[in-house]
């Protein structure tokens, strides 16, 4: 995924020091902890000892902005710019609990924890505790108004937000300087609004959620609540490590997908973000993907399908239909804004994108979801242009198919910007587009079997040959494996070559392993590998520095099939060093490793970078190859 990955964590560091003056801890590569349930995130960041954020939704972006079509959208309410206690120079620890959502820190002055829980159907924050020392808050915005409602709950309005945030105290009151509302008690239910009526409501609701107990039985029935969802896995842990990255992963999967009800306006109910805040939380096609994939071969059915009727409710979709031979589509051609309406472009580019893969993938996720459950009144389900069913067969597969060209006796998927999100401009004939329509054609073929649509499975199966035999002839020349049709130096080692073959797209022995040699030409500084051989020269582009950094989702590839080729000790070597490092950053697994440090990716060769927490391509990726090893 080529996103918009801005380092921001000097920015944030720079809070303590302006803000409220609490102690900076912990490594200078820590990453941020997020929290969330469904209807909102919130970050904490270790090495300051403080929450940096409380958004209103479980997005980064909620809708496009009408004054500029081409940026990012209207960005997401976030009340908090530092939310913590203690004094200056104190020395604390944070972590997550047992592999959870609930983050607890820890000081000589007391513990502190930040969780949302999933028993309440909002944006809440629930914050408690354990200290001498009150808390102390910079609001991200100048207070408007404040507003006392009964039993020292309040009602905030801040500038430029529209979102009401209320505070309901969960443990005794007391008086507290104006500016400071959160001193009044040592734990809160933080609550984003969307208007002023929903008060008395939210109110009631948290007033149930509570049942009278006290926080510290809150947060240990939490925990509880957490563990009984889990799926018991089924893969075998070599050391405690992978266990437990293996379970905080299992968590981020969860707290990257919204559970905001659909409603007219808003259709985003089940959409996963591709990464988790403090970075970047927007919800891709692609990443998405892989997320979805893993919940539902880890046991997760409901979140699955979710997911999956997430791409058949989004909408408006189908934007760029002019680019696309006049198809029709479902499926964003890249991302979703956090409404569900299509995000047809990479905004760092300032242009429209198309990625056919996006389509292939989707149609992956349907058939292994199918697979793995037996669900026929998912294919029955009403979506936005109909039934599932049909809606896959004539708004995924149709327009995938109209977006073929003719080429060696057979088919290949049409030039595009593909798995890496190149530069429209440079949009070319990517394998991992072609190899992603055979897969995708393959698996609707199989769901076309269960639906009794025997003409459209016979014609999926008969487009995946001609697809196959027009893959073979376009990209294995000469013996090698290519990224492209078009030649070129950047794709002709490409790392999306891998899971084209661990898809098994490819079965040539010849050709898998002298593409396994040829990842040679890839590795970095860092000891991993990176995604292409760069060929930008000005070091004023973004994807100039972007390019040379080692990307996790391509190591944990190759390890897979490092394992399938027999080769054990390279694939437990590579995949160990992964565990290692994540478990040495609260089991956080990060877009990418450092491999040649620079302003927009700083730190130490190998410390993480870029968007992080990853969710598809990490949490979910490493979940897929723990199953697949």
Not at 146 to 172: C, H, K, N, W, Y
Not at 179 to 196: G, H, P, R, V
Not at 361 to 370: I, M
Not at 475 to 482: A, C, H, N, T
Request: hydrophobic share 45%; charged share 25%.
């Amino acid at each position: 995924m080529n996103a918009l990955r801005r380092v921001i964590r000097g920015g944030v560091r720079l809070i303590a020091a302006v803000g409220l003056g609490l102690a900076s801890c912990g490594p200078a590569a820590a990453s941020h902890l997020v929290t969330g349930n469904g209807f909102g995130f919130a970050v904490v960041a270790p090495e300051i000892g403080v929450a940096t954020k409380f958004y209103a939704h479980p997005h980064s972006f909620t809708v496009p902005d009408p004054a500029n079509p081409l940026s990012e959208g209207i960005e997401t309410a976030n009340f908090i710019k530092a939310l913590g206690y203690g004094q200056a120079g104190q020395r604390r620890t944070t972590d997550y609990v047992d592999d959870t959502h609930v983050i607890r820190m820890r000081s000589a002055s007391g513990n502190a924890d930040y969780f949302m829980p999933f028993g309440l159907a909002r944006p809440a924050l629930i914050i408690s505790l354990e200290a001498a020392t009150p808390w102390r808050v910079e609001w991200n915005r100048p207070i408007r108004s404040q507003r006392r409602l009964a039993s020292g709950t309040m009602l905030l309005r801040f500038e430029g937000i529209d979102e009401p945030l209320l505070l309901v105290p969960l443990a005794a009151t007391r008086s507290a300087p104006a500016n400071q509302q959160l001193a009044a008690s040592s734990a809160w239910a933080l609550i984003a609004l969307k208007d002023e009526s929903e008060a008395a409501a939210a109110i009631r609701e948290v007033g149930r959620w509570r049942a009278n107990l006290s926080t510290r039985v809150l947060v240990k029935r939490e925990l509880a609540q957490f563990e009984r969802w889990r799926a018991n896995p089924s893969v075998r842990f070599v050391n405690d490590k992978e266990r437990h990255l293996w379970r905080q992963s299992e968590t981020m999967l969860r707290i990257a997908q919204s559970r905001e009800p659909n409603r007219p306006g808003r259709y985003g109910n089940g959409l996963i973000v591709a990464a988790l805040p403090d970075v970047y939380a927007t919800p891709w096609v692609r990443d998405m993907a892989w997320a979805t994939v893993a919940l539902a071969r880890m046991g997760h059915r409901a979140e699955a399908r979710a997911a999956l009727l997430a791409y058949f409710n989004a909408r408006p979709t189908g934007k760029m239909r002019a680019e696309v031979h006049g198809a029709d589509y479902q499926v964003s051609v890249v991302r979703y804004f956090g409404n569900g309406e299509e995000e047809p472009f990479f905004t760092q580019e300032g242009a429209t994108n198309i990625e056919y893969d996006d389509w292939g993938e989707v149609l992956w996720v349907l058939g292994e979801y199918l697979r793995r459950y037996d669900d026929p009144a998912l294919l029955e389900t009403a979506t936005y242009r109909g039934r599932l069913y049909e809606s896959a067969r004539d708004f995924i597969v149709r327009p995938l198919l109209a977006n073929t060209e003719p080429y060696g006796g057979g088919r290949i998927v049409a030039a595009d910007t593909s798995i890496w999100e190149e530069r429209q401009k440079d949009r070319k004939h990517f394998a991992f587009s072609t190899a992603l329509a055979i897969v995708g054609l393959h698996n609707f073929a199989e769901v076309a079997q269960r639906a009794g649509d025997q003409a459209a499975r016979n014609n999926a199966l008969a487009q995946a040959a001609l697809l196959e035999t027009g893959f073979a002839a376009a990209f294995i020349r000469d013996g090698k494996l290519r990224g492209t049709l078009e030649d070129g130096v950047k794709n002709d080692i490409d790392g999306a070559l891998l899971p084209i073959i661990n898809f098994g797209v490819v079965r040539d022995a010849n050709v898998i392993r002298d593409t396994v040699d040829r990842m040679e030409l890839l590795k970095v500084a860092s000891g991993g590998y990176r995604r292409v051989r760069s060929t930008y020269t000005d070091p004023k582009i973004f994807e100039y520095w972007y390019e040379r950094q080692e990307f996790l989702f391509v190591d944990l590839h190759l390890a897979q099939l490092y394992h399938a080729l027999g080769r054990k000790s390279d694939a437990d070597a590579m995949l160990q060093r992964i565990v290692n490092k994540a478990a040495a950053d609260h089991n956080i697994i990060p877009e990418m490793y450092v491999a040649v440090p620079c302003a927009l990716f700083p730190g130490k060769i190998g410390d993480p970078t870029g968007a992080l927490p990853m969710v598809g391509y990490g949490a979910g990726a490493y979940v897929l190859h723990l199953l697949d090893r």
